[in-house]
């Protein structure tokens, strides 16, 4: 079965400093999707970025990015410029190509330090 | 456009009871799904419509909930009698089209309802 795994449950950084949220997943599918989801306290979910298993490129969206490293299984996040409005609760998610549920990881919780 | 909405945002039930929580998806979405988070482990899959026709439940964790999603527009998420370990987050997501040709829509999640039995 398919797993996602983050390793960090609470992470501080510094406004305007840059950070990295970990993620590993595990899965026997060659393709597959991977995203970053978002929850700000008390608000909803939303995705942040996303990424399909057969582009070689790392996904970007203005000041997050991702580095997919498809054979050691890895896709973590990072934030450039940290802004206070960062500061939320970080899903990293997988869904495999064709499927409809989505397994996400534990959750890594993000603080911002002004 | 209106997002995925949850309701109630917060129920507080006594172990026995029964509980309804309703999703209303963004308007137009086919797909619909319900997922729950156990505090301090990862959100877990539950069940999956496709218009009013549940197209994956394997997610249900037990016969105590049931969910139903009439004429293809809101759902609703019953937990009858309500047990403590149902205690969580309960969130709703909905997505556009179904499934095909192998391509993966945005599923867009609403913001969940807290869900305690004490």
């Known amino acids: 079965a398919q797993t996602v795994t983050q390793s960090q449950p609470e992470m501080s950084v510094q406004e305007a400093e840059t950070v990295t949220l970990s993620c590993t997943y595990d899965?026997?599918?060659?393709?597959?999707?991977l995203f970053w989801y978002k929850q700000p306290p008390s608000r909803q979910m939303i995705l942040v970025i996303r990424q399909e298993a057969y582009k070689q490129q790392n996904a970007t969206e203005n000041r997050f990015s991702v580095n997919f490293q498809k054979a050691a299984k890895s896709f973590s996040l990072k934030i450039s410029d940290s802004q206070l409005g960062d500061a939320a609760m970080y899903f990293c998610?997988?869904?495999?190509?064709?499927?409809?549920?989505?397994?996400f990881g534990k959750g890594t919780r993000l603080h911002i330090l002004p | 456009e209106a997002g995925v909405t949850q309701f109630p945002s917060h129920s507080v039930i006594e172990k026995g009871q029964t509980v309804t929580l309703r999703c209303d998806p963004i308007s137009g979405h086919d797909n619909l799904y319900w997922y729950r988070r156990v505090m301090g482990k990862e959100i877990k899959f539950l069940l999956h419509f496709v218009k009013e026709s549940k197209q994956d439940e394997s997610g249900m964790p037990n016969n105590r909930f049931l969910a139903e999603r009439t004429g293809g527009t809101y759902s609703t998420l019953k937990v009858q009698p309500a047990e403590l370990e149902d205690s969580g987050v309960y969130f709703c997501?909905?997505?556009?089209?179904?499934?095909?040709?192998?391509?993966?829509?945005?599923?867009?999640f609403g913001p969940g309802t807290r869900l305690t039995v004490l």
């Open positions: 899965t026997s599918e060659s393709d597959y999707y």
């Open positions: 997501a909905s997505s556009q089209d179904a499934i095909s040709g192998g391509s993966t829509d945005t599923q867009y």
């Open positions: 998610a997988y869904n495999e190509y064709g499927d409809d549920k989505i397994i």
